[in-house]
Nanobody, 111 residues
């Protein structure tokens, strides 16, 4: 299984980023998949997850209304559109499937 996340970077508060995660090694369109984040000195936080067909979505309270998760099953790709970014969103973001995760992508929100 490979989960390759990308799209992170440095952005000012209020800015936007779009994360992508290309998955391989399993039947992508048959499973729910999601994002979590890990900031230094903080507990891992589940950010969002989406069902196999995209009809059921969960967001943590901390990102609800600002982040949008989506998936393209034809491309085996998961997305996370992040708008209205705040300094507290700074973390390494990972896509996760069945307890497995990829290498993550760093998101830094700072002026």
């Amino acid at each position: 299984v490979q989960l390759q996340a990308s799209g992170g970077g440095l952005v000012q508060p209020g800015g936007s980023l779009r994360l992508s995660c290309v998955a391989s090694g399993f039947e992508f369109d048959a499973f729910a998949i999601g994002w979590f984040r890990q900031a230094p000195g903080k507990e891992r936080e589940g950010v969002s997850c989406i069902s196999s067909g995209g009809s059921t979505i969960y967001y943590s309270d901390s990102v609800k209304g600002r982040f949008t998760i989506s998936r393209d099953n034809a491309k085996n790709t998961l997305y996370l559109q992040m708008n209205g970014l705040k300094p507290e969103d700074t973390a390494v973001y990972y896509c996760a499937w069945q307890g497995q995760r990829g290498q993550g992508t760093q998101v830094t929100v700072s002026s």
